[in-house]
């Protein structure tokens, strides 16, 4: 089980919440740890603009990861997937109020100036982040 204690550490170490997610899963998966965290390294900061959220990006690719088919036409499996993205999507939009942008969540736009000072002075990524990201791992492993 990861703690937003573990998060948090992982952050100070460079690593961003899509990475901290797909890590978590890989040993479950027989997945090794470089691949897990190159799968998720280009969606930090919400894909580096304050876009889609990293943690829920991470939370999609643990997912496919977890169910997704490799085999040509293997609707079987891909149907499966679906159905598990469908129920992550439902999941986070609870705990979220339906907002998958970074700067919806925090509030704030990270890459402009001001709002990342309001950011750092109110330490989202240190409160708001940890929190989301077991929120997504707990999610992840239910399904």
């Known amino acids: 089980m990861i703690t ?3 998060v948090i550490e992982m952050f100070k ?3 961003d919440c899509g990475q901290v997610i797909t890590m978590a899963i890989a040993d479950d998966l027989n997945i090794d740890r470089k691949t897990a965290l190159k799968s998720a390294a280009a969606f930090g900061g919400g894909t580096f603009d304050a876009g889609v959220c990293g943690a829920y990006i991470g939370g999609l690719i643990a997912l496919g ?3 997704g088919h490799s085999e040509a036409n293997d609707m079987a499996t891909k149907g499966k997937m ?3 993205v469908c129920e992550f999507k439902e999941k986070f939009a609870q705990l979220h109020s339906g907002k998958t942008a970074c700067s919806e969540i925090l509030g704030y736009n990270l890459t402009e100036e001001e709002d990342s000072k309001i950011i750092q002075e109110k330490n989202l990524l240190f409160t708001v982040c940890p929190k989301l990201v077991v929120d997504v791992i707990q999610i992840v492993e239910e399904l």
Do not use: D, R, S
């Open 13 to 15: 170490e460079g690593f």
């Open 82 to 84: 679906i159905a598990k």
């Open 65 to 67: 990861l977890k169910y």
């Open 4 to 6: 937003e204690e573990k």
